[in-house]
Protein backbone atom coordinates (compact mmCIF):
# COMPACT_ATOMS: atom_id res chain seq x y z
CA UNK A 1 0.00 0.00 0.00
CA UNK A 2 1.44 3.52 -0.92
CA UNK A 3 2.26 5.72 1.85
CA UNK A 4 -0.59 8.29 0.60
CA UNK A 5 -3.54 5.97 0.79
CA UNK A 6 -2.23 4.57 4.38
CA UNK A 7 -1.48 7.82 5.63
CA UNK A 8 -5.35 8.91 4.28
CA UNK A 9 -6.82 5.41 5.74
CA UNK A 10 -5.25 6.07 9.08
CA UNK A 11 -7.04 9.71 9.37
CA UNK A 12 -10.30 7.65 8.40
CA UNK A 13 -9.27 5.04 11.05
CA UNK A 14 -8.69 7.53 14.32
CA UNK A 15 -10.06 10.59 13.69
CA UNK A 16 -13.21 10.18 12.28
CA UNK A 17 -14.80 6.87 13.79
CA UNK A 18 -17.61 9.29 15.67
CA UNK A 19 -18.47 11.15 12.75
CA UNK A 20 -19.28 8.32 10.88
CA UNK A 21 -20.98 5.98 13.87
CA UNK A 22 -24.38 7.07 13.35
CA UNK A 23 -24.25 6.47 9.47
CA UNK A 24 -22.78 3.04 9.70
CA UNK A 25 -25.11 2.26 12.29
CA UNK A 26 -27.93 3.02 9.95
CA UNK A 27 -26.15 0.82 6.97
CA UNK A 28 -25.84 -1.62 9.30
CA UNK A 29 -22.06 -1.55 8.68
CA UNK A 30 -18.98 -1.80 10.96
CA UNK A 31 -17.30 0.97 11.77
CA UNK A 32 -14.16 -0.88 11.92
CA UNK A 33 -13.08 -0.10 8.22
CA UNK A 34 -13.90 3.16 6.10
CA UNK A 35 -16.21 2.66 2.96
CA UNK A 36 -17.01 4.47 -0.01
CA UNK A 37 -20.66 3.86 -1.76
CA UNK A 38 -22.01 3.72 -5.39
CA UNK A 39 -25.18 3.93 -6.88
CA UNK A 40 -26.90 1.51 -9.18
CA UNK A 41 -30.55 0.51 -10.43
CA UNK A 42 -30.73 -2.85 -10.38
CA UNK A 43 -30.69 -3.18 -14.40
CA UNK A 44 -27.10 -1.83 -13.93
CA UNK A 45 -26.14 -3.48 -11.36
CA UNK A 46 -26.69 -6.67 -13.48
CA UNK A 47 -23.97 -5.12 -16.02
CA UNK A 48 -21.70 -4.57 -13.12
CA UNK A 49 -21.62 -7.86 -11.47
CA UNK A 50 -20.56 -9.05 -15.03
CA UNK A 51 -18.40 -6.64 -16.21
CA UNK A 52 -17.63 -4.21 -13.96
CA UNK A 53 -18.09 -0.11 -12.67
CA UNK A 54 -17.87 2.32 -15.81
CA UNK A 55 -16.93 5.69 -15.64
CA UNK A 56 -19.22 8.23 -16.67
CA UNK A 57 -17.23 9.18 -20.33
CA UNK A 58 -18.23 4.77 -20.94
CA UNK A 59 -21.92 4.99 -20.56
CA UNK A 60 -23.99 4.40 -23.72
CA UNK A 61 -27.38 3.63 -24.37
CA UNK A 62 -27.29 0.24 -22.87
CA UNK A 63 -26.67 1.57 -19.37
CA UNK A 64 -29.92 3.41 -17.40
CA UNK A 65 -28.93 7.11 -16.50
CA UNK A 66 -30.83 7.87 -13.73
CA UNK A 67 -28.76 11.18 -13.10
CA UNK A 68 -29.28 14.33 -13.52
CA UNK A 69 -28.67 16.51 -17.05
CA UNK A 70 -28.17 19.83 -15.37
CA UNK A 71 -25.50 18.18 -12.49
CA UNK A 72 -23.26 16.12 -15.16
CA UNK A 73 -23.02 19.19 -17.33
CA UNK A 74 -21.23 20.99 -14.39
CA UNK A 75 -18.47 18.28 -13.68
CA UNK A 76 -16.97 18.55 -17.36
CA UNK A 77 -13.69 19.61 -15.30
CA UNK A 78 -10.51 18.25 -14.59
CA UNK A 79 -8.79 17.20 -11.46
CA UNK A 80 -5.34 15.77 -10.41
CA UNK A 81 -5.17 12.24 -8.60
CA UNK A 82 -2.37 10.71 -6.96
CA UNK A 83 -1.20 6.91 -6.76
CA UNK A 84 2.51 6.57 -5.58
CA UNK A 85 4.39 8.74 -2.42
CA UNK A 86 5.59 11.10 -4.78
CA UNK A 87 3.41 13.49 -5.35
CA UNK A 88 5.20 14.15 -8.65
CA UNK A 89 3.70 10.99 -9.47
CA UNK A 90 0.01 12.13 -10.65
CA UNK A 91 -2.10 12.26 -13.60
CA UNK A 92 -4.62 14.47 -14.67
CA UNK A 93 -7.88 13.30 -15.49
CA UNK A 94 -11.51 14.82 -16.25
CA UNK A 95 -14.13 13.72 -13.45
CA UNK A 96 -15.65 11.76 -16.61
CA UNK A 97 -12.94 9.41 -17.27
CA UNK A 98 -12.87 8.58 -13.04
CA UNK A 99 -14.99 6.59 -11.23
CA UNK A 100 -16.95 8.20 -8.44
CA UNK A 101 -18.00 7.11 -5.21
CA UNK A 102 -19.59 9.16 -2.42
CA UNK A 103 -18.40 8.74 1.38
CA UNK A 104 -22.53 8.68 2.62
CA UNK A 105 -24.72 7.59 0.32
CA UNK A 106 -27.68 8.81 2.31
CA UNK A 107 -27.65 12.41 0.38
CA UNK A 108 -29.68 14.15 -2.20
CA UNK A 109 -28.39 12.32 -5.69
CA UNK A 110 -29.37 8.66 -3.83
CA UNK A 111 -32.93 10.24 -3.45
CA UNK A 112 -33.28 11.30 -6.75
CA UNK A 113 -32.23 8.17 -8.21
CA UNK A 114 -34.59 6.81 -6.08
CA UNK A 115 -37.79 9.18 -7.65
CA UNK A 116 -36.14 9.15 -11.49
CA UNK A 117 -36.16 4.95 -10.98
CA UNK A 118 -39.88 5.25 -10.27
CA UNK A 119 -40.62 7.82 -12.79
CA UNK A 120 -38.84 5.37 -15.83
CA UNK A 121 -42.52 4.26 -16.48
CA UNK A 122 -40.74 2.76 -20.26
CA UNK A 123 -39.05 -0.34 -17.94
CA UNK A 124 -41.42 -3.20 -17.78
CA UNK A 125 -39.63 -5.72 -15.86
CA UNK A 126 -38.91 -6.66 -12.30
CA UNK A 127 -36.29 -4.42 -12.22
CA UNK A 128 -38.61 -1.36 -12.40
CA UNK A 129 -37.99 1.26 -9.60
CA UNK A 130 -35.08 -0.59 -7.87
CA UNK A 131 -31.80 1.23 -6.78
CA UNK A 132 -29.21 -0.29 -4.92
CA UNK A 133 -26.15 0.85 -2.90
CA UNK A 134 -22.86 -0.91 -3.04
CA UNK A 135 -20.00 -1.14 -0.76
CA UNK A 136 -16.88 -1.12 -1.21
CA UNK A 137 -14.21 -1.15 1.71
CA UNK A 138 -10.97 1.89 1.12
CA UNK A 139 -8.19 -0.52 2.15
CA UNK A 140 -9.13 -2.60 -1.06
CA UNK A 141 -8.27 0.18 -3.34
CA UNK A 142 -5.57 1.07 -1.67
CA UNK A 143 -4.35 -2.45 -1.68
CA UNK A 144 -4.34 -2.00 -5.55
CA UNK A 145 -1.28 -0.95 -7.51
CA UNK A 146 -3.75 0.21 -10.08
CA UNK A 147 -5.81 3.15 -8.22
CA UNK A 148 -5.00 6.66 -8.57
CA UNK A 149 -7.50 8.72 -6.02
CA UNK A 150 -8.56 12.29 -4.86
CA UNK A 151 -11.19 13.16 -2.67
CA UNK A 152 -13.60 16.23 -1.91
CA UNK A 153 -15.01 17.91 0.38
CA UNK A 154 -18.75 18.88 -1.51
CA UNK A 155 -20.67 17.47 -4.58
CA UNK A 156 -17.97 17.65 -7.92
CA UNK A 157 -20.78 19.49 -9.52
CA UNK A 158 -20.71 22.07 -6.48
CA UNK A 159 -16.75 22.74 -6.36
CA UNK A 160 -13.89 21.05 -8.50
CA UNK A 161 -11.58 20.96 -5.90
CA UNK A 162 -9.91 17.37 -4.52
CA UNK A 163 -7.25 16.37 -3.19
CA UNK A 164 -4.85 13.89 -1.71
CA UNK A 165 -2.72 16.28 0.93
CA UNK A 166 -3.33 15.31 4.28
CA UNK A 167 -2.90 19.03 5.17
CA UNK A 168 -6.18 19.37 2.82
CA UNK A 169 -8.41 16.89 3.53
CA UNK A 170 -8.14 17.19 7.25
CA UNK A 171 -9.68 20.78 7.28
CA UNK A 172 -12.86 18.84 4.82
CA UNK A 173 -16.29 19.12 7.47
CA UNK A 174 -16.13 16.09 8.06
CA UNK A 175 -19.04 15.63 10.66
CA UNK A 176 -20.98 17.01 7.76
CA UNK A 177 -20.15 14.68 5.32
CA UNK A 178 -21.14 11.64 7.47
CA UNK A 179 -24.32 13.18 8.51
CA UNK A 180 -27.13 11.34 8.55
CA UNK A 181 -29.68 14.17 8.50
CA UNK A 182 -31.96 15.53 5.34
CA UNK A 183 -30.70 18.44 4.57
CA UNK A 184 -30.55 20.75 1.90
CA UNK A 185 -28.75 23.05 3.36
CA UNK A 186 -25.91 20.83 3.23
CA UNK A 187 -26.54 18.27 0.61
CA UNK A 188 -23.29 19.63 -0.81
CA UNK A 189 -21.23 18.25 1.77
CA UNK A 190 -23.11 14.92 2.31
CA UNK A 191 -22.36 14.14 -1.36
CA UNK A 192 -18.85 14.69 -1.03
CA UNK A 193 -16.66 12.19 -3.66
CA UNK A 194 -14.37 9.37 -3.47
CA UNK A 195 -12.91 9.88 -7.03
CA UNK A 196 -10.40 6.59 -8.40
CA UNK A 197 -9.25 6.13 -11.76
CA UNK A 198 -8.33 2.36 -12.41
CA UNK A 199 -5.51 0.89 -14.57
CA UNK A 200 -3.26 2.82 -17.23
CA UNK A 201 -2.44 5.91 -16.57
CA UNK A 202 -2.15 6.86 -19.98
CA UNK A 203 -5.41 5.57 -21.20
CA UNK A 204 -8.16 8.51 -21.58
CA UNK A 205 -10.27 6.67 -19.39
CA UNK A 206 -10.94 4.32 -16.30
CA UNK A 207 -10.75 0.69 -17.28
CA UNK A 208 -13.73 -0.76 -15.09
CA UNK A 209 -13.75 -1.27 -11.83
CA UNK A 210 -13.99 -5.17 -10.91
CA UNK A 211 -17.16 -6.53 -9.17
CA UNK A 212 -14.46 -8.27 -6.61
CA UNK A 213 -14.06 -4.70 -4.68
CA UNK A 214 -17.73 -4.95 -4.01
CA UNK A 215 -18.41 -6.08 0.04
CA UNK A 216 -21.99 -5.60 0.18
CA UNK A 217 -24.87 -4.80 -1.67
CA UNK A 218 -27.63 -3.21 -0.45
CA UNK A 219 -30.92 -3.34 -1.51
CA UNK A 220 -34.58 -2.49 -0.14
CA UNK A 221 -35.94 -5.47 1.93
CA UNK A 222 -38.91 -6.26 0.04
CA UNK A 223 -36.68 -7.10 -2.82
CA UNK A 224 -34.09 -9.47 -1.12
CA UNK A 225 -34.72 -12.49 -2.23
CA UNK A 226 -35.83 -11.47 -5.48
CA UNK A 227 -32.44 -10.09 -6.47
CA UNK A 228 -30.54 -13.18 -4.79
CA UNK A 229 -32.36 -15.36 -7.32
CA UNK A 230 -31.28 -12.81 -9.78
CA UNK A 231 -27.61 -12.89 -9.04
CA UNK A 232 -26.96 -16.22 -7.38
CA UNK A 233 -23.14 -15.13 -7.91
CA UNK A 234 -23.37 -12.89 -5.36
CA UNK A 235 -26.09 -14.32 -3.39
CA UNK A 236 -23.75 -13.84 -0.16
CA UNK A 237 -23.10 -9.79 -0.90
CA UNK A 238 -26.73 -8.99 -1.31
CA UNK A 239 -27.69 -7.41 1.76
CA UNK A 240 -31.42 -6.78 2.51
CA UNK A 241 -31.87 -3.53 4.34
CA UNK A 242 -35.42 -2.16 5.64
CA UNK A 243 -35.15 1.34 6.80
CA UNK A 244 -37.20 4.34 5.49
CA UNK A 245 -34.80 6.86 6.01
CA UNK A 246 -31.96 4.88 3.52
CA UNK A 247 -34.95 3.36 1.07
CA UNK A 248 -37.75 5.36 1.09
CA UNK A 249 -41.49 4.43 0.46
CA UNK A 250 -43.13 4.94 -2.82
CA UNK A 251 -45.56 7.36 -1.25
CA UNK A 252 -43.18 9.83 0.14
CA UNK A 253 -40.87 9.51 -3.34
CA UNK A 254 -43.41 10.52 -5.31
CA UNK A 255 -44.99 12.97 -2.85
CA UNK A 256 -44.85 15.81 -5.34
CA UNK A 257 -47.11 14.30 -7.85
CA UNK A 258 -49.98 13.36 -5.58
CA UNK A 259 -49.79 16.99 -3.64
CA UNK A 260 -50.38 18.61 -7.59
CA UNK A 261 -52.79 15.88 -8.27
CA UNK A 262 -54.82 17.30 -5.04
CA UNK A 263 -53.87 21.19 -5.56
CA UNK A 264 -55.42 20.51 -9.60
CA UNK A 265 -58.52 19.31 -7.76
CA UNK A 266 -58.86 22.33 -5.39
CA UNK A 267 -58.68 24.66 -8.02
CA UNK A 268 -61.35 23.49 -10.23
CA UNK A 269 -63.68 23.93 -7.75
CA UNK A 270 -63.08 27.51 -7.08
CA UNK A 271 -65.21 29.99 -8.71
CA UNK A 272 -62.95 32.45 -10.65
CA UNK A 273 -63.94 34.73 -13.33
CA UNK A 274 -61.97 32.93 -15.75
CA UNK A 275 -62.12 29.15 -14.33
CA UNK A 276 -59.34 26.73 -14.19
CA UNK A 277 -60.47 23.50 -14.87
CA UNK A 278 -58.16 20.40 -15.14
CA UNK A 279 -59.28 20.13 -18.88
CA UNK A 280 -58.65 23.98 -18.83
CA UNK A 281 -55.15 23.45 -16.81
CA UNK A 282 -54.48 20.64 -19.39
CA UNK A 283 -55.83 22.71 -22.22
CA UNK A 284 -52.68 25.27 -21.16
CA UNK A 285 -49.91 22.44 -20.38
CA UNK A 286 -51.02 21.25 -24.18
CA UNK A 287 -49.91 24.79 -26.05
CA UNK A 288 -46.84 25.23 -23.84
CA UNK A 289 -45.27 23.42 -26.07
CA UNK A 290 -46.19 25.22 -28.96
CA UNK A 291 -44.18 27.95 -27.67
CA UNK A 292 -40.62 27.37 -29.59
CA UNK A 293 -42.25 28.20 -32.77
CA UNK A 294 -44.65 30.99 -31.63
CA UNK A 295 -41.84 33.05 -30.03
CA UNK A 296 -39.71 31.70 -32.69
CA UNK A 297 -36.86 31.25 -29.83
CA UNK A 298 -35.12 27.99 -27.96
CA UNK A 299 -33.86 27.75 -24.32
CA UNK A 300 -30.31 26.36 -24.54
CA UNK A 301 -26.98 26.98 -22.13
CA UNK A 302 -25.50 29.16 -24.85
CA UNK A 303 -27.34 31.98 -23.89
CA UNK A 304 -26.26 32.18 -20.22
CA UNK A 305 -22.84 33.51 -19.19
CA UNK A 306 -21.69 30.34 -17.82
CA UNK A 307 -23.01 26.55 -18.23
CA UNK A 308 -22.68 26.90 -13.73
CA UNK A 309 -25.67 29.39 -14.24
CA UNK A 310 -27.72 27.97 -17.25
CA UNK A 311 -27.76 24.68 -15.18
CA UNK A 312 -28.14 26.31 -11.54
CA UNK A 313 -31.24 27.90 -9.76
CA UNK A 314 -31.66 30.97 -12.15
CA UNK A 315 -31.01 28.71 -15.31
CA UNK A 316 -33.35 26.69 -18.36
CA UNK A 317 -35.30 25.12 -15.50
CA UNK A 318 -36.09 28.61 -13.84
CA UNK A 319 -37.10 30.10 -17.06
CA UNK A 320 -38.96 27.38 -18.24
CA UNK A 321 -41.25 27.56 -15.40
CA UNK A 322 -41.64 31.42 -15.24
CA UNK A 323 -42.79 31.26 -18.45
CA UNK A 324 -44.99 28.64 -17.85
CA UNK A 325 -46.86 30.03 -14.95
CA UNK A 326 -47.13 33.10 -17.28
CA UNK A 327 -49.22 31.30 -19.63
CA UNK A 328 -50.96 30.11 -16.65
CA UNK A 329 -51.59 33.77 -15.34
CA UNK A 330 -52.38 35.20 -18.50
CA UNK A 331 -55.32 32.81 -19.08
CA UNK A 332 -56.38 33.67 -15.26
CA UNK A 333 -57.02 37.13 -16.45
CA UNK A 334 -57.93 37.13 -19.71
CA UNK A 335 -55.08 38.08 -21.21
CA UNK A 336 -54.39 38.58 -25.21
CA UNK A 337 -51.69 37.16 -27.00
CA UNK A 338 -50.25 39.88 -28.02
CA UNK A 339 -49.43 41.22 -24.39
CA UNK A 340 -49.07 37.28 -23.19
CA UNK A 341 -46.12 37.55 -26.08
CA UNK A 342 -44.72 40.37 -24.57
CA UNK A 343 -44.63 39.12 -21.21
CA UNK A 344 -43.20 35.60 -22.71
CA UNK A 345 -40.41 37.66 -24.26
CA UNK A 346 -39.02 39.26 -21.16
CA UNK A 347 -39.63 36.29 -18.96
CA UNK A 348 -37.64 34.49 -21.56
CA UNK A 349 -34.49 37.33 -21.41
CA UNK A 350 -34.82 38.12 -17.47
CA UNK A 351 -31.77 35.84 -16.47
CA UNK A 352 -30.05 35.48 -19.27
CA UNK A 353 -27.02 37.55 -18.02
CA UNK A 354 -26.93 36.66 -14.49
CA UNK A 355 -23.30 36.82 -13.48
CA UNK A 356 -23.87 34.36 -10.54
CA UNK A 357 -26.62 32.59 -8.49
CA UNK A 358 -26.30 35.58 -5.66
CA UNK A 359 -30.07 36.68 -4.54
CA UNK A 360 -28.94 40.31 -4.29
CA UNK A 361 -27.53 40.44 -8.01
CA UNK A 362 -29.50 43.20 -9.28
CA UNK A 363 -27.69 44.57 -12.36
CA UNK A 364 -28.82 41.02 -14.74
CA UNK A 365 -32.25 42.57 -15.31
CA UNK A 366 -30.63 45.59 -17.06
CA UNK A 367 -27.72 44.16 -18.81
CA UNK A 368 -30.55 41.35 -20.20
CA UNK A 369 -32.32 44.44 -21.29
CA UNK A 370 -29.74 46.09 -23.22
CA UNK A 371 -28.13 43.10 -24.52
CA UNK A 372 -31.61 41.94 -26.25
CA UNK A 373 -33.10 45.14 -27.08
CA UNK A 374 -32.79 44.76 -31.18
CA UNK A 375 -34.01 40.86 -30.59
CA UNK A 376 -37.09 42.23 -28.54
CA UNK A 377 -37.39 45.08 -31.46
CA UNK A 378 -37.49 42.28 -34.18
CA UNK A 379 -41.14 40.87 -32.02
CA UNK A 380 -42.80 42.99 -30.05
CA UNK A 381 -44.57 45.99 -31.25
CA UNK A 382 -43.22 49.41 -30.21
CA UNK A 383 -46.02 50.14 -28.39
CA UNK A 384 -45.32 47.73 -25.72
CA UNK A 385 -41.34 47.77 -26.13
CA UNK A 386 -40.91 50.06 -23.25
CA UNK A 387 -43.17 47.61 -21.20
CA UNK A 388 -40.95 44.80 -21.78
CA UNK A 389 -38.01 46.65 -21.18
CA UNK A 390 -39.16 48.00 -17.71
CA UNK A 391 -40.42 44.58 -16.91
CA UNK A 392 -36.60 42.59 -17.62
CA UNK A 393 -35.05 45.76 -15.77
CA UNK A 394 -36.94 45.66 -12.88
CA UNK A 395 -37.68 41.91 -11.89
CA UNK A 396 -34.77 41.68 -10.08
CA UNK A 397 -35.14 44.74 -7.85
CA UNK A 398 -37.32 46.14 -4.70
CA UNK A 399 -40.60 47.11 -6.19
CA UNK A 400 -40.46 50.83 -5.12
CA UNK A 401 -37.78 51.43 -7.23
CA UNK A 402 -40.05 50.12 -10.24
CA UNK A 403 -40.83 53.26 -12.19
CA UNK A 404 -44.08 51.85 -13.94
CA UNK A 405 -45.35 48.82 -12.27
CA UNK A 406 -47.84 48.19 -15.05
CA UNK A 407 -49.50 44.35 -15.81
CA UNK A 408 -47.05 43.27 -17.95
CA UNK A 409 -44.28 43.96 -14.73
CA UNK A 410 -47.09 42.29 -12.49
CA UNK A 411 -47.45 39.20 -14.58
CA UNK A 412 -43.50 38.83 -14.69
CA UNK A 413 -42.31 39.79 -10.83
CA UNK A 414 -45.88 37.38 -9.94
CA UNK A 415 -44.45 34.19 -11.68
CA UNK A 416 -40.79 35.03 -11.09
CA UNK A 417 -41.98 34.69 -7.30
CA UNK A 418 -44.43 32.01 -7.88
CA UNK A 419 -41.22 30.02 -8.62
CA UNK A 420 -39.15 30.73 -5.73
CA UNK A 421 -40.97 27.57 -4.90
CA UNK A 422 -37.90 25.73 -6.23
CA UNK A 423 -36.21 27.23 -2.64
CA UNK A 424 -38.99 26.11 -0.55
CA UNK A 425 -42.75 26.02 0.66
CA UNK A 426 -45.07 28.94 0.74
CA UNK A 427 -44.31 31.85 3.27
CA UNK A 428 -46.97 33.59 4.75
CA UNK A 429 -49.81 30.81 4.74
CA UNK A 430 -51.83 30.42 7.72
CA UNK A 431 -50.68 27.16 10.09
CA UNK A 432 -46.90 27.29 8.20
CA UNK A 433 -44.98 28.18 10.87
CA UNK A 434 -41.62 26.52 9.38
CA UNK A 435 -39.39 29.53 7.82
CA UNK A 436 -38.38 29.02 3.86
CA UNK A 437 -36.81 30.87 1.42
CA UNK A 438 -40.30 30.09 -0.93
CA UNK A 439 -42.83 32.41 -2.09
CA UNK A 440 -44.31 34.76 0.39
CA UNK A 441 -47.62 35.54 0.13
CA UNK A 442 -46.96 39.34 0.96
CA UNK A 443 -45.33 39.58 -2.16
CA UNK A 444 -47.72 38.63 -5.53
CA UNK A 445 -49.04 41.28 -6.84
CA UNK A 446 -52.01 40.64 -8.93
CA UNK A 447 -55.83 42.02 -8.41
CA UNK A 448 -56.83 38.14 -9.19
CA UNK A 449 -54.99 37.25 -5.90
CA UNK A 450 -56.13 39.50 -3.40
CA UNK A 451 -59.76 38.90 -4.54
CA UNK A 452 -58.93 35.09 -4.64
CA UNK A 453 -57.21 34.53 -1.65
CA UNK A 454 -57.47 30.36 -2.56
CA UNK A 455 -56.11 30.71 -5.87
CA UNK A 456 -52.90 32.39 -4.55
CA UNK A 457 -52.51 29.50 -2.07
CA UNK A 458 -53.49 26.81 -4.27
CA UNK A 459 -51.17 28.41 -6.91
CA UNK A 460 -47.71 28.86 -4.51
CA UNK A 461 -49.00 24.96 -3.80
CA UNK A 462 -48.65 24.02 -7.07
CA UNK A 463 -45.99 25.66 -8.05
CA UNK A 464 -43.80 24.29 -5.56
CA UNK A 465 -44.20 20.90 -6.38
CA UNK A 466 -43.98 21.50 -9.49
CA UNK A 467 -40.58 23.05 -9.23
CA UNK A 468 -39.49 19.59 -7.32
CA UNK A 469 -40.88 17.72 -9.93
CA UNK A 470 -38.99 18.75 -12.33
CA UNK A 471 -35.76 19.69 -10.65
CA UNK A 472 -34.11 16.65 -12.70
CA UNK A 473 -35.57 17.28 -15.99
CA UNK A 474 -33.46 15.91 -18.57
CA UNK A 475 -34.17 19.75 -21.03
CA UNK A 476 -33.85 19.70 -24.90
CA UNK A 477 -33.47 22.65 -26.79
CA UNK A 478 -37.56 22.04 -26.64
CA UNK A 479 -37.67 23.16 -22.52
CA UNK A 480 -41.59 24.41 -23.05
CA UNK A 481 -42.27 20.09 -24.48
CA UNK A 482 -40.06 18.46 -21.75
CA UNK A 483 -42.17 20.65 -18.73
CA UNK A 484 -45.60 18.51 -20.38
CA UNK A 485 -43.35 15.39 -20.82
CA UNK A 486 -42.47 15.48 -17.58
CA UNK A 487 -45.72 15.90 -16.55
CA UNK A 488 -47.03 13.15 -18.31
CA UNK A 489 -44.63 10.91 -17.33
CA UNK A 490 -45.22 11.74 -13.29
CA UNK A 491 -48.78 11.12 -13.98
CA UNK A 492 -48.06 7.72 -15.24
CA UNK A 493 -45.85 6.77 -12.64
CA UNK A 494 -48.27 7.62 -9.96
CA UNK A 495 -50.95 5.93 -11.79
CA UNK A 496 -48.54 2.88 -11.83
CA UNK A 497 -47.50 3.08 -8.58
CA UNK A 498 -51.33 2.92 -7.40
CA UNK A 499 -50.76 5.52 -4.25
CA UNK A 500 -53.88 7.77 -4.74
CA UNK A 501 -57.54 7.67 -3.57
CA UNK A 502 -60.20 6.93 -6.08
CA UNK A 503 -61.37 10.62 -6.41
CA UNK A 504 -57.33 11.60 -6.56
CA UNK A 505 -57.29 8.99 -9.39
CA UNK A 506 -59.88 10.02 -11.24
CA UNK A 507 -58.32 13.01 -11.32
CA UNK A 508 -54.98 11.55 -12.40
CA UNK A 509 -56.43 9.86 -15.19
CA UNK A 510 -58.51 12.76 -16.24
CA UNK A 511 -55.56 14.69 -16.63
CA UNK A 512 -53.71 12.24 -18.43
CA UNK A 513 -56.51 11.84 -20.75
CA UNK A 514 -56.55 15.14 -21.84
CA UNK A 515 -52.52 16.16 -22.10
CA UNK A 516 -52.60 12.63 -24.65
CA UNK A 517 -55.22 14.43 -26.60
CA UNK A 518 -52.47 16.73 -28.29
CA UNK A 519 -49.24 14.69 -27.72
Not at 221 to 238: D, T
Request: glycine fraction near 4%.
Amino acid sequence: MDSLGKEFLDFLSTDLLEERKELYKLLETSNDEANVYYIAPLSNLMKIISGGIKCRALVNSNITDLSGQEVQKRRDVPLKLAQKVSYNETIDKKIHQCVNFFWNPLNGTFRAFQRNSLLDVDVKDSTYGIVCILEMGLSAFFESDRIYWSTSEQNLASSDFSTFLRRSYTQFNWKIIFSIKDDSNTNQLRSAEFIAFYGDPTSPRSDLIPAQFIKRILVPAQYGSMIKEMLPSVQGRIYPLANSKVFYSKEELLKAEKHLIKNMDYLQRLELPMPLSTEKFCNLVNTFPNFEERLGCSLTDELFRSKTIAHGFHGISHITRVMFWVHILCYLTDTSWETEKVIQYAAFIHDLCRKDNRMEEEEHGFDAANKYEDFLRQRIPDTLMRSCMNAAIYHCKDDSECPDKDFVWKILKDADSLDRGRFGHPQGLSGIKKESKGCDVNYLRLDIFKNHPKLEEYLMWSAYWLAYITRYTKWSENTFMDLKKEIVRTLEAILRNDILDQGKRQVANKMLGHLGDMW
